[in-house]
């Protein structure tokens, strides 16, 4: 079955808009694809596309955590459904300094920009005239290219900051 990096590696969650709107999938680390409903994006505004992609961002992101979880529970033979309480000065002050990082990602045409705090409150932003300048899959390909910056940016911080309380 792998060994549990490599059953971390794999998770795949997926999560759509409550309206159905915009639906999300996160494969693997941070591979992030995403559909539009049938004539959807060529009716919505970009504030609009902004609010419901902040939302599904926060979805996707906590059904990744939840799979993490149970995945982790899978290994561990008992039933873990999140981080222990940090125990001492170090864990705490990395546990404090992790959930205040600010992570950003933006496209490579630079239309779409993230940042998330703590990974849990999104903001994203679409340039204005982007819903006309281009279609659906162009769009879905540039949020996907803000969403991995964004979550390999938290990755890197996460491990500088480890670096700087724990060595």
């Given at each position: 079955?792998?060994?549990?990096?490599?059953?971390?590696?794999?998770?795949?969650?997926?999560?759509?808009?409550?309206?159905?709107?915009?639906?999300?999938?996160?494969?693997?680390?941070?591979?992030?694809?995403?559909?539009?409903?049938?004539?959807?994006?060529?009716r919505?505004?970009?504030?609009?596309?902004?609010?419901?992609?902040?939302?599904?961002?926060?979805?996707?992101w906590?059904a990744?955590?939840?799979r993490?979880?149970?995945?982790?529970?899978?290994?561990?033979?008992v039933?873990?459904?999140g981080?222990p309480?940090?125990?001492?000065?170090?864990?705490?002050?990395?546990?404090?300094?992790?959930?205040?990082?600010?992570?950003?990602?933006?496209?490579?045409?630079?239309?779409?920009?993230?940042?998330?705090?703590?990974?849990?409150?999104?903001?994203i932003?679409?340039?204005?005239?982007?819903i006309?300048?281009?279609?659906?899959?162009?769009?879905?390909?540039?949020?996907?290219?803000?969403?991995?910056?964004?979550?390999?940016?938290?990755?890197?911080?996460?491990?500088?900051?480890?670096?700087?309380?724990?060595?």
């Amino acid at each position: 079955m792998g060994d549990l990096r490599d059953r971390i590696r794999a998770i795949y969650v997926r999560a759509s808009s409550p309206d159905d709107a915009i639906t999300a999938e996160l494969t693997g680390r941070n591979r992030v694809t995403m559909s539009f409903a049938r004539g959807w994006y060529d009716r919505c505004d970009e504030t609009e596309l902004e609010r419901k992609l902040s939302s599904v961002a926060t979805l996707l992101w906590t059904a990744r955590m939840r799979r993490y979880w149970e995945v982790r529970s899978a290994d561990a033979g008992v039933r873990i459904s999140g981080e222990p309480k940090p125990i001492g000065p170090r864990a705490v002050a990395y546990h404090q300094a992790r959930d205040a990082l600010v992570a950003h990602g933006r496209s490579a045409d630079g239309r779409v920009s993230a940042v998330v705090e703590g990974m849990r409150r999104w903001t994203i932003q679409v340039r204005r005239g982007t819903i006309r300048e281009i279609d659906e899959h162009e769009f879905a390909a540039a949020a996907g290219q803000a969403a991995a910056e964004l979550i390999q940016d938290q990755y890197r911080k996460i491990a500088a900051l480890k670096l700087t309380i724990y060595s």
